[in-house]
């Protein structure tokens, strides 16, 4: 597989790979994108990589704020405002968190560069082969 030229959309394959992430932040167009790419390139390593990684980290992020929003609900049923205050703060940090790494991969990306978040870049890597 190569890891620069164009994707199968035209692009290049940083500014490919840089709109998988970028796009999550308008509307999950990054998602549609990410799986377009994946459909439509089975060439390009670097535009393949960081598709399955954006939506591995969308689909974390996901996951985790139902549960954070889950334990909130829980904690707003029994009156408890501290854990209230609590959950609401874990749930700001874990929202900056995802902000952070969507826009650091972003870079990286753009970069040409293939950086593996933890856990999920991994798989990222195994699914782009």
Known sequence: MQNNGKTA???DANVGALICYLGNLVCALGLIYSIVVIVTDKTNKL??????QSILLSAAGIVISIVIQVLAG???AANSGILAMLIGLVAL???LGILIAVIFTAVKAFQGQIFKLPVIGNL?????N
């Not at 535009?47 to 399955?52: I, L, T, V, Y």
């Not at 990222?124 to 782009?128: E, I, L, Y």
């Open 124 to 128: 990222a890597d195994g699914w782009s």
């Open 47 to 52: 535009a393949r990589f960081h598709a399955f």
């Open 74 to 76: 829980i904690a707003a």
């Open 93 to 95: 940090v874990f929202g």
């Open 9 to 11: 959309l035209g692009l």
